[in-house]
């Protein structure tokens, strides 16, 4: 794959990251707001806030490199009653205007908190339209591998998985930066981070088994197709094989990290925090997995006819 081929999965990693990150932080919003009080809950979220936009730009601009002319990209936007790329490229262009909102209203205003709580569930509901356009770009007849429920499926799944296991991460940077900093609502902090990290590896772990479940589905209708599907499947279990292997070997050490550290904050009162690495390492090879399961998507797609 070539940088022009590496583009996307580039784009579309980092979007779902995105999109699952605020979800996920979005939730765990809720839970603080009942707990801790809408002001106080919105001013601990406004970094992972800010870097969940952050994200999002750099999935754009990494979009842009798959273009032959980047400067004529926002004309793919006219086609939108029958093409899937207008409707994603519309879709992802208003999620990244409503996380703005709502990291300048967190920033630089104060209060407006139904505001941002409205701003979040349309830029998640915007997000989640992105995603779903986005796999329908690859719903061909011509690709046997590609074409079924199972891609909408997956690249969903990849947007909860990447997206849980990144909030962590944010919340985990973000505890830290207050620890260091000397901040009042640092407890609050800790308690969210307690509060969250359970349910949030319990949601990773039952991705990844659904994610494994999904494939070994797709393994067996490839097996049962025509050419094209059994040549993917060769490539699969073939010359990709190792890919494969690793791809699962990281993901569920990745989860299973998480959820070790969730489980021993289950069982200590107050979170262990020199257990961060393990964190970032889990969120790391939980990436790494789907890099490689995105690779593997473009890489073992055949083509049928012309």
Known sequence: MNVREWALPVYTILMQLAVGALLGLWLIRAGGIRQHGRSVTDHIIRIPV????????AAIIGSHFHLSHPIFSLLATLNLRSSWLSREILFTISFFLLVSGIAYIQWFTYGHSRLITVLGWLALLMGSLSIYCMSHIYLLPTHSSWNSSLTVISFLLSAIVLGVTAVAVLLVMDLKVSEVAGAADTAVRRQIVHQSFVWLAGVAGGTAVIT???????????SQGELSALTSLFLLLGLYQPLFGLRYIALFTGVGWFGLTAYMLLHNRKPRFEMTTTIYLACLLVLI??????F????THVRTGI
């Open 289 to 294: 997995s789907e890099i490689l399961g995105r």
């Open 212 to 222: 494994l479940i999904l494939n070994l589905i797709l393994i067996m209708m490839l």
């Open 50 to 57: 800010l870097a969940i936009l952050l994200t999002n730009i």
């Open 296 to 299: 593997l998507f473009y890489a």
